[in-house]
């Protein structure tokens, strides 16, 4: 079971811009066979590589903590950062939460 939401916001000018955007998803999962310390990180690896093979050159990973990360990146002369949380939430379920923002100066 999952459901998700977002927001959507930006400024482009001739040769700048702004961009930021969210989303969020909960989704099932079974208590039993849920290894919640590997999440994050094979979540983390999927994505990176996803970038990767895009052709955008990620310059920064901040892993502080367990349930968290970012990724900055550039691409196309513009500059980025991705953030996903993860976090348990009642009736068995996992909630996913990521922003993004992006500017080209």
Known sequence: MGGGGGRLSGGFGRSSYNFSTGASFVCKVDSNNFDEATVIPTLQQAIEQSMVK??????????KVPVEFS??????EAEGKLTVSARRVPGAQYSFVSSLQESRK
């Open 71 to 76: 990724l900055a990146y550039s691409v196309n």
């Open 54 to 63: 895009a052709g955008v050159k990620i310059t920064n990973r901040d892993n």
